[in-house]
């Protein structure tokens, strides 16, 4: 599979019309897209975290041959999948989970309050009009592409999008390639249960929320670290320490190696929510949530680098 040579973005066809946009090296709002074409059509899933980045795409797409897109699938409503709608706004339809919607709504530049030095451009928020609950099913041409809601997980509207055809799956940010997961606006024992339904697919092919191209083999690596995270929660809410006492404290082993080791503390809040008997995706204070992360990457926010 695919590993990450460069710093630029790059295409890689994944199956016969269905490309994979990669933006290395994953990290905080370096999300990848793709998109599914006959030469007639096409269907973007995703778009980018700035204007520059989401005209890249553009450009990406075009080079491949592949017309504008008539629909745009966003997989969650964070603003690394959605910022960039607006490029592609003109002749698509967007479409997203209900809860995708409203949270993107609600949400607004959520990015720029936490990273405000980055130049997004213009970014208005384009939330979509074409809404579905549990699953839809599109074509392209003859090509099938289903959309699957798995439940509250990364975030209450995450969309799964299935190639049946093809053996592609594209994740959104249920899987971070080489990446810490992250659940704080979602859900820990809602995203177990994700990876569930991206295993019943038998998919061939994975493309991440971020991170390289890789294969099923990756669902391991997320799943044994939301376990051990359930695992280091349970321990520190039974003994009244803070999510912050219990991330500075972990040993993360195996998980060591894993970006972004200060979503930690932020994925602790969360399951320490879910402890409490709080229903699933119930929000949080974000501000604490990043105050704590800030403060386990030494002192200052994790950098983003769009």
Not at 42 to 62: G, K, P, Q, S, Y
Not at 226 to 235: D, I, K, N, S
Request: glycine content about 10%.
């Amino acid at each position: 599979m695919s590993q990450l040579h460069t710093e630029h973005p790059f295409t890689e066809e994944v199956a016969p019309g269905v490309h994979a946009y990669v933006q290395p090296d994953g990290g905080w709002c370096l999300n990848n897209a793709g998109w599914v074409s006959d030469g007639s059509s096409t269907l973007l899933i995703d778009t980018a975290a700035t204007e520059r980045r989401a005209l890249m795409l553009r450009e990406a797409l075009a080079a491949s041959g592949a017309p504008m897109p008539a629909h745009v699938v966003n997989t969650h409503h964070h603003g690394d999948h959605t910022y960039g709608n607006s490029v592609f706004a003109e002749g698509a339809r967007i479409v997203g989970h209900t809860a995708c919607v409203t949270e993107q709504v609600a949400a607004g530049h959520q990015l720029h309050a936490i990273w405000p030095d980055v130049e997004y451009g213009e970014v208005p928020v384009v939330p979509a009009t074409v809404t579905y609950e549990d699953r839809l099913t599109l074509h392209v041409g003859e090509e099938e592409v289903q959309l699957l809601h798995p439940g509250v997980a990364h975030t209450l509207g995450d969309t799964i999008v299935w190639l049946p055809g093809r053996r592609v799956v594209f994740t959104g940010d249920l899987v971070f390639n080489g990446g810490a997961p992250f659940v704080p606006m979602g859900s820990l024992e809602g995203s177990l249960r994700a990876l569930e339904v991206l295993r019943s697919l038998d998919a061939e092919v994975v493309v991440p929320g971020h991170g390289g191209i890789c294969d099923p083999s990756v669902y391991a690596t997320v799943e044994g670290y939301l376990r051990f995270v359930a695992e280091l929660a349970a321990e520190g809410h039974k003994a009244g320490r803070t999510p912050m006492e219990v991330a500075r404290a972990a040993d993360l082993g195996e998980f060591a190696t894993l970006r972004e080791p200060e979503r930690l503390v932020a994925n602790l809040h969360r399951a320490y929510a879910e402890l409490d008997g709080l229903p699933l995706g119930s929000p949080l204070d974000l501000l604490p949530v990043i105050t704590d992360m800030a403060v386990l990457n030494g002192g200052r926010i994790p950098e983003c680098l769009a």
